[in-house]
Every structure is written in C-alpha cells, then in structure tokens.
C-alpha cells in the first residue's frame, strides 16, 4: 500500500472540496432529491438533513461515502462509479465474486469531485459514511438523490447493520438485506456462544502504527465494530498514544492492524507490555485481506474476518499460540 493510501485509512474526518464547480449543463433536468412528489415504487429515506425521494430501480449507483461500495454490492446493484479507498479492494474475494473479477470504476479518492460524479449521470447517490455537510449534500441532491446517513449517529459512525438497512431500504432490496444480516448476526451468536470467554474481556484496536504512532479505535468506530459485536469492551482511551503511555494497549487483547510483530517490537516498552509478552497480540498489516473487511465492514467483509477472527482470539485468549495475520 502506497504511504497516500495509508494517510487516507488514518483519516478520522475527510476533506471534502468546495473548490470544484460543476458545469450548469451537467444539472439541467436533475432537480432536488426533496422536491415533488412519491412516484409509485418510490421510496423515502429520512437523514440528517431530511428526507431523500429514491426511485424506483436506481440503474446507475454511484458510491461517495469511503465504504459504501461494500453495502451495495452484496445487493447485487454493481455501481458505475465507486470512491476509490485500498488499492486492494477489486482484489478482495467477497469484491471479486460479485464483479465476476471485473473490479469497479472509481471517480476518484480524497475529494469529493462533484463533476467527475455528475459525469457517471447517476439516478442514485449514496454518501453514508462520510462526512456530509449541508452544503456538500446539496450538491450532490442537484445531481441525483443522495442518501446520507441519519441523525441518530455522529459522521462515519453508523453501524454496519443499519448502513445496510438503509441502503437495501434505498436500492429496493429490503428483504435482502435483511436476509443478509440475519446471517451474519447468525455467525456472530455462534462465535459468542462457543467461545463465552469473549464476554466482558477489553479488546484495544491499535490502528495504524506502522506510521510511526498508535491511535486506539473507540467503541463507535466501524473498524472495530465486530469486536464489539463479538462481546469485547472497548479500552478507556480513543485516539493517539504516545510511546510513554503505551501501558494503555496492555489490556486482555491488542489488535494491532497496521503493523508487523518485527515492526512493534523494535520499541523495548511495546514488547515489556504483558499483552505483547503473554502472546495475546494479533498482527496484521494494511495491506491484509482482513485489514480491508475491517475497514469496509460490509456483510460479506465482516463474514470474512469472522472466519479469521475467531479461532485467532480464541487462542490468544486460552494460552494457545496465535497465527501470523499479515497476509490473513
């Protein structure tokens, strides 16, 4: 992964221009997403600056929000254009099953770029998880009706199952994606059930330190969402740790995504951590498989890291030797 890709998995906030105008004949005929009428089979959508007006059978999906492609998929409505996030992701195995190995467009990666999206000519828009303000939102509402998340949770923290909800409830596959996570919460109990030991045990998720520094998910972070799902608490701290505080990761379990064993263990006061010494560290680094159905947490994603995920915490959490996850 490329050192501009890895500043983009850091992010917490992204940038979002206001500097790109969008040609007046790109926006004749699109109108608001709130004006008018319900067409028959049309659905509506409630958010966090009001309703959006969805018709029915959107042909051309375009994805804004960093992970919304992954919610879209698996509904099987492949989008014209997507928001390029890992480099990695036509390459992922859930991506390329529903893509037939075709991979998808993208218009596009750190900015938003109203006229590149204007260009795709989408009758849908989806920007769920991503920072949306007024202004931006109405933007991409004079280009198609746009779906953003709701009101209830803070910018890019609405959860994976309401994400897909509401983007099934949007493309018109309600049923689907409920099917959907039924099957994953499925897999979920089932990986509760055999292993109780998971319950109420802290699990710290230490994002990123390959860049030289630690920063710890919170509670509300859909990168750590399945460890929650799993029954694990998350750890006090949320945000940069200097290498001083380190005593914050040494918990029942650290997750390290971003980082090699070799990497982390170079600094003397990560490997004196007992959570380090006692062999109830995973590893995996960026470029992973895993590390990408973290970050995207889309059903099939998180049904993929469940597979990986279990048996690992399992064995981490009973004495049991933990595989290297760097290529998991």
């Known amino acids: 992964m490329t050192t501009s890709s890895a500043r983009r998995r850091l992010r917490i906030v992204s940038a979002v221009s206001g500097a790109v105008l969008l040609f007046a004949a790109l926006l004749v005929g699109c109108g608001s997403s709130q004006e008018g009428g319900t067409a028959e089979g049309s659905v509506k959508i409630d958010h966090k600056f009001g309703q959006t007006t969805v018709p029915a059978d959107p042909k051309r999906v375009v994805t804004v929000g960093w992970t919304d492609q992954d919610f879209v998929l698996p509904l099987g409505v492949v989008p ?25 467009p993208t218009w596009g990666s750190d900015e938003i770029d109203f006229e590149a999206i204007a260009a795709q000519k989408p009758d849908l828009i989806f920007a769920i998880y991503e920072t949306i303000d007024q202004q931006t939102y109405d933007r991409l509402s004079q280009i198609a009706p746009t779906v953003i998340q709701s009101s209830e949770y803070a910018d890019e923290e609405t959860p994976w199952n309401v994400q897909l909800l509401t983007t099934g409830k949007a493309l ?9 996570e039924d099957r994953v919460q499925s897999r979920i109990d089932d990986a509760r059930k055999s292993n109780p030991e998971f319950d109420g045990k802290t699990a710290v998720v230490d994002f990123g330190p390959s860049q030289g520094g630690h920063y710890l998910l919170g509670e509300n972070d859909p990168r750590r969402s399945l460890f929650t799902a799993m029954g694990f608490k998350t750890q006090d701290v949320v945000g940069d740790v200097s290498e001083e505080k380190l005593g914050l990761l040494d ?3 650290l997750f390290v995504n971003g980082g090699s064993a070799q990497e982390l263990l170079a600094s003397p006061a990560f490997a004196r951590l007992n959570v380090v010494r006692d062999g109830r560290t995973l590893y995996t680094n960026f470029d992973s498989k895993l590390s990408d159905s973290l970050t995207y947490s ?13 048996p690992q915490l399992a064995n981490a959490l009973n004495g049991r030797p ?7």
């Not at 018109?172 to 959907?180: F, N, R, T, V, Y």
């Not at 933990?322 to 998991?328: F, G, K, S, W």
């Open 80 to 104: 014209v254009s997507t928001r390029e996030f890992s480099e990695n992701y036509d390459t992922l195995p859930w991506v390329e099953a529903a893509t037939n190995g075709k991979g998808l």
């Open 251 to 253: 918990r029942d379990i």
């Open 172 to 180: 018109g596959k309600e049923a689907q994606a409920q099917e959907l």
């Open 322 to 328: 933990v595989a290297d996850l760097a290529n998991a």
């Open 298 to 310: 889309g059903p099939d994603a998180l049904l993929y890291a469940l597979d990986i995920l279990t």
